[in-house]
C-alpha cells in the first residue's frame, strides 16, 4: 500500500473552482491594504481583492476600517483580521468537477467523507484515499474492524487500517464504497488517492484538471 511521498510534510497553497453539488467554502481575512483585502480562500495563500472583484465564489462588498463585508452564496458577511467564514457555492448538475493548479502543479478539493467536510489533496500517487488520525477521529470512522497493514511514506514505513468508506464526495460526484488508509498520526491534508480517482476520467488541460464519474 503507498501513499504519495512527502505530502505529509508539504504544506501547500492551491486553490480550487469546480462546478458541483454545495461543498463548504472557507474564507479567511489576512489583512487589510487600503481598499483592498487578503483573503485566503479554502486555506490557500492570502489573495489581494479589490471591492467588487470576484475570486472563487467569494465577492469582497466593502472595506471599512478593520472590517470587510464578503459575499458567499449570495449571502453578505463580515469579516476582521483573523476571522473566517464558512459558506457554500452552488451546484450546478453538470457531474463534473474542475480544478485549478497552483504554481507547482497541486490541486486542492473541499469535498466530503460520509456527509462530513474534508479538505482534498489530489494525488494521483496515492493508491488510496488516505487519511490521518485526526480526521478519522473528527469523521467518526471505526477503525478497530479495518485490515491492519503497513505503508512506505517520505518517513519510512509506517502502519495503516485499510478500511471501507461509505461515501466520498467532491462537487457533484459521489462514490460508494471507497476503499481508504487510516494512519496512526496527522496529516495536512486528507489525500484523494486512486480508490476514487480510478473511477473517474480524468483530464488535465493546463492548469486546470477535470474529473468526471465513469461508473
Given at each position: 500500500m503507498m501513499i504519495g511521498n512527502g505530502l505529509y510534510l508539504t504544506v501547500l497553497a492551491v486553490f480550487?473552482?469546480?462546478?458541483g453539488a454545495?461543498?463548504?467554502?472557507?474564507?479567511?481575512l489576512a489583512g487589510i491594504m487600503g481598499s483592498k483585502a487578503m483573503l485566503m480562500i479554502n486555506g490557500g495563500e492570502p489573495r489581494v481583492i479589490a471591492v467588487g472583484q470576484s475570486v472563487d465564489g467569494v465577492r469582497l462588498i466593502s472595506v471599512a476600517g478593520d472590517q470587510v463585508i464578503v459575499e458567499i452564496d449570495g449571502k453578505k458577511r463580515p469579516l476582521r483580521v483573523?476571522?473566517?467564514?464558512?459558506?457554500?457555492?452552488?451546484?450546478?448538475?453538470?457531474?463534473k468537477v474542475i480544478l485549478t493548479a497552483d504554481?507547482?502543479?497541486?490541486?486542492?478539493a473541499m469535498g466530503m467523507i460520509n456527509g462530513t467536510s474534508v479538505k482534498f489533496l489530489v494525488?494521483?500517487?496515492?493508491?488510496?484515499?488516505?487519511?490521518?488520525?485526526?480526521?478519522?477521529?473528527?469523521?467518526?470512522?471505526?477503525?478497530?474492524?479495518?485490515?491492519?497493514?503497513?505503508?512506505?511514506?517520505?518517513?519510512?514505513?509506517?502502519?495503516?487500517t485499510k478500511v471501507k468508506l461509505d461515501t466520498v464526495r467532491v462537487g457533484d460526484v459521489t462514490l460508494n464504497n471507497v476503499d481508504a488508509l487510516i494512519g496512526q498520526t496527522d496529516m495536512p491534508h486528507a489525500l484523494l488517492g486512486m480508490s476514487f480517482l480510478n473511477r473517474m476520467e480524468m483530464q488535465r488541460d493546463g492548469g486546470t484538471m477535470t474529473l468526471k464519474k465513469q461508473y
Open positions: 480550487l473552482a469546480f462546478s454545495a461543498l463548504a467554502l472557507d474564507v479567511g483573523g476571522q473566517h467564514a464558512v459558506g457554500t457555492v452552488s451546484a450546478d448538475g453538470s457531474g504554481s507547482r502543479g497541486h490541486f486542492m494525488d494521483t500517487g496515492a493508491t488510496m484515499v488516505s487519511l490521518g488520525a485526526s480526521d478519522a477521529r473528527r469523521l467518526g470512522i471505526d477503525t478497530s474492524k479495518g485490515q491492519r497493514g503497513m505503508s512506505s511514506t517520505a518517513n519510512g514505513m509506517a502502519p495503516v
